[in-house]
């Protein structure tokens, strides 16, 4: 199963009716979650004009890392604006690319000439935040109203990816505790070493390493 997170400070319901119904249509099988960053629980103030927020970053972080990041997510798609001045969507996708770095990114917006205003914002950035443009890695930066037809371009285009399978097979069983064949993993949960292999450390690598080498061995010893 795929998974779609959707980020808006505005209900995407409809939107997620329309896609489970072409999903169906389709014979995908896709899991629609969403997330609202201007919850009342992660607001620090409000002004008297309500249309202005001010969002406890530390606390959305927070929140995601213990409600959703620890699974699978092949799809980030992200609103723009939450109405807050400090945190908007694209500041919200540089730090979820340092948690999910296989996940494909799209950043979206309901105002008119927004891809052509984003673009010209942020390049005229200082160098460092060129650089953080260009490692997020954006896939698309679209209308609200192409969310629909990108989700099932993106979602139905997708490979078979060894990394993704091992890592969401990991989180189904994320709970329990590994002790064997990879002593630097031994003692740690099966979603723990999930995050590693998504996260690209090191030790992920040489695991996965391992892992084929142990998978190989046992199929020519189930062939002999």
Known sequence: MQRCLIIDDDSPHILINECEIEARRLGLSIEFVYFNPRKRVFLKQS??????VSINFDLVKDNLKETILDQRIDLIICDYSFGDKDLDGFKLLI???GQK???KLVLYSGHGEFESEFVKDNFSRTPAEIK??????IEEIIPRDDRKGVIFRILKDEKFNLDSTLIH???KYSD???HSTYPDFEGMSLGDIAK???AETAKGFYFKENLIQLAVSHMIDLNK
Request: proline fraction near 0%; avoid cysteine.
């Open 196 to 198: 590693e292999i998504e």
């Open 101 to 103: 770095k296989k996940s």
């Open 176 to 178: 329990l505790t590994f």
């Open 132 to 137: 953080k443009l260009i490692i997020t890695n």
């Open 169 to 171: 097979e990991l989180f």
């Open 47 to 52: 002004d008297t004009d309500t249309r202005t």
């Open 95 to 97: 730090w979820l690319r």
